[in-house]
């Protein structure tokens, strides 16, 4: 009987096989194995990425058929040769098993219009609105000065965040903010560092869109029944229910980049309404006895600490980096096509329109309405105030149902990484892929927690500043850190210098708004009224 022959993937030593009783030399010629198929329990959702050499024919080995002689193989197929020239490229597919599961990772067939919709969507929102309340006390150079400083400072860590998603080192895909912390930082301390911040800036986001939206959706019910409804108005509250519901069946999308249609609407909306109000306000011209001088009352105290507020005002106009990797996660990547190529592609144009928003919106607002501007609200609050009565219910109605679409596309994008962590707590305990009953109650649950708080405390869209100081260390000094544990660039390097000069100043800068916040909240006090919503 003939010898089984052995493959392996060793570099070819001639060996010796007796046939018959002849003594002939055989070479085993190398075998290319394909890239492991274990990464990923489905294929369809989350696709492997590709060898270089994928096309290339693979050299066949012809072995002798016979029923008493079965083909052996030593090298089992999940193993990739050392020698293999898919082993470089196999550097980048180490996937969690789950991912194809979740709802972030199910499907990586993003691409960059989709990272320019998701990013638009959730870079530009209501949070803008509020930005010429921080002129007031900043004046005109400061104001502009530092939002245009806030700007290039996040745009830049945002670069570091996206070139810190792929690890070519050890081959791992950072879907996940907290996935880069626990990494970072280890599990302990990046709890302790992110893991407030990063769930205020999902739950806490959607509980305030919940309230802008349920309170736009009643404005926008006044101003296009007006004078003639008979119908008993609905509350507050109902209003916030109506919205809530809205938003929970437009969540049961299934994942990331099934929702790149509703970032879309969700970024032309926002768009629409940030360039509607403070077009409407400019072209109204400024109000009579309008006053540029920055607001300085009390002592020379109180004075720095308004500042500082009013720094924790810009900064909460630049939140979303907490959904950077998640986004970029829905791109398939190799090593000949990394996914941080078209990520900032998408970011490039996605930031783009955002600076044409905020920085009109910004100073066009505060010429027109200087220190008249409303703090609660912001520009949405002044355009009723003042304009009511001189522009049309259209342009009116028409800037309130934008809030309200683009508060529901919102949801959506700041509700999906609290939707992947509840069902990634299944599919670990359960091994298996949360089933579609499951995955609507756990959006259901969510969405009307959001709106129990909501209810509760109905106040918590007005402490900007405050949450602009919790969440400034994930936008502006996390990334830094990150950067240089990740990358350890050359001591004394530029790159070095920089980012522990970012980080630091970050934190820094993070600790003294939460302070001068609570200062400013506490000296002038904040209408608190729970289970009272206005």
């Not at 949070?127 to 245009?148: D, E």
């Amino acid at each position: 009987m003939a010898e089984a022959k052995e493959i392996r993937s060793a570099p070819i030593t001639p060996r010796t096989a007796s046939v018959m009783g002849t003594p002939i030399n055989v070479s085993s010629p190398p075998v290319s194995c394909p890239p492991s198929q274990l990464h990923s329990p489905s294929l369809t959702r989350s696709p492997l990425l590709q060898s270089e050499n994928e096309d290339a024919p693979h050299p066949k080995i012809k072995t002798p058929k016979t029923p008493r002689t079965p083909r052996i193989s030593l090298t089992p197929r999940f193993i990739t040769p050392l020698g293999s020239p898919v082993r470089k490229a196999l550097r980048l597919t180490k996937l969690d098993p789950h991912d194809a599961w979740l709802p972030i990772t199910e499907s990586r067939n993003g691409n960059k219009y989709y990272a320019a919709f998701h990013t638009l969507c959730s870079g530009i929102g209501i949070q803008a609105l509020v930005l010429p309340v921080a002129f007031t006390v900043l004046g005109w150079t400061w104001g502009i000065i530092s939002l245009t400083i806030a700007f290039i400072w996040q745009l830049y860590t945002l670069w570091l965040l996206v070139h810190l998603h792929e690890s070519v080192e050890n081959g791992i895909r950072y879907s996940r903010y907290l996935q880069l912390c626990y990494a970072t930082f280890g599990e302990k301390l990046g709890k302790l560092l992110a893991l407030f911040p990063f769930l205020y800036l999902s739950a806490g986001t959607c509980t305030t869109l919940i309230i802008i939206g349920g309170s736009t959706a009643r404005t926008f019910y006044q101003v296009v029944c007006g004078d003639s409804c008979t119908a008993k108005p609905m509350t507050t509250v109902e209003w916030y229910l109506v919205f809530t519901c809205a938003a929970v069946v437009l969540s049961q999308l299934p994942n990331l980049n099934s929702i790149a249609g509703v970032s879309l609407i969700g970024a032309v909306t926002a768009i629409g309404y940030c360039t509607s109000i403070w077009v409407v306000s400019v072209a109204q011209g400024s109000l009579p006895g309008v006053n540029y001088n920055p607001i300085r009352t009390g002592s020379s105290v109180q004075t720095a600490f308004s500042v500082l507020n009013a720094l924790g005002i810009i900064a909460f106009a630049f939140r979303g980096h907490n959904l950077i990797l998640e986004i970029q996660a829905t791109m398939p990547s190799s090593e000949k096509h990394p996914s941080h190529v078209p990520m900032w592609k998408g970011v490039k144009v996605a930031y783009t329109l955002i600076a044409a928003c905020l920085f009109p919106l910004a100073i066009g607002g505060y010429w027109a309405y200087g220190q008249l501007i409303p703090a609660n609200g912001g520009m949405l609050t002044a355009l009723y105030q003042f304009h009511s009565r001189d522009v049309s219910r259209f342009v009116l109605g028409l800037t309130s149902i934008f809030v309200v679409v683009n508060g529901l596309c919102s949801f959506q994008i700041y509700g999906m990484p609290a939707f992947d962590d509840m069902e990634s707590q299944y599919t670990r305990r359960m091994k298996k892929q949360c089933p579609w009953w499951l995955r609507l109650i756990f959006r259901v649950f969510f969405g009307f927690l959001c709106f129990f708080i909501g209810v509760a405390i109905p106040f918590l869209s007005r402490l900007a500043g405050l949450i602009g100081g919790v969440a400034l260390p994930v936008t502006l000094s996390y990334p830094c850190f990150m950067w240089l544990k990740v990358k350890k660039p050359k001591k004394y390097s530029l790159m070095w210098c920089l980012n522990w000069f970012l980080g630091t100043l970050g934190m820094g800068l993070s600790v003294i708004l939460i302070t001068a916040s609570i200062y400013v909240i506490v000296d002038t006090g904040v209408n608190i009224s729970f289970f009272n919503p206005q």
